[in-house]
């Protein structure tokens, strides 16, 4: 840690390291990952899932994947054709992934629900980080104008 660190995120292990799937993201052992729906007593995940990940490539650039019915090393293999180097997994099941854009009507002016475009087709979209109630983490990047 140093004083430039504005942020961590603490999450699993990663799905990728030095451009490969690692070797945990290849094994059966898909539940390390979180659990999935249907969720409710009695009731029983399946591998196959929403899953999103997020990775990085060797320049810097961020890749965001999403989609139904992923298993993890499927969100891992996702990332690594897309270029990245380091790779974790994010939200899981259909109702906690959401991918929004924001443009204001104006150079430097604010985000709102109004100006925001659902990216997933997910049940979730650009009024949730507005909402007060929603208290899940998220990760956000800006350009500037």
Known sequence: MTPSVVAVRQNLVPLVAGGAPTARAT???WRV?????????????????W???LGVTAEGALVYVVGPGLTPIQVADLLVRAGAVRGMELDINPSWPV???????????????????????????????????????????????
């Open 27 to 29: 094994t059966r052992t």
């Open 99 to 145: 991918f929004a854009s924001f443009k204001p009507a104006t150079p430097g002016g604010l985000a709102a629900a109004a100006n925001g475009t659902q990216l997933t087709n997910t049940s979730r979209g650009p009024a949730t980080f507005f909402n007060p109630a929603y208290n899940r983490d998220f990760i956000t990047m800006s350009a500037q104008p």
């Open 51 to 53: 899953r999103s990940g």
């Open 33 to 49: 990952w979180g659990g999935t729906c249907p969720c409710g007593r009695g009731l029983h995940g399946t591998e196959q899932q």
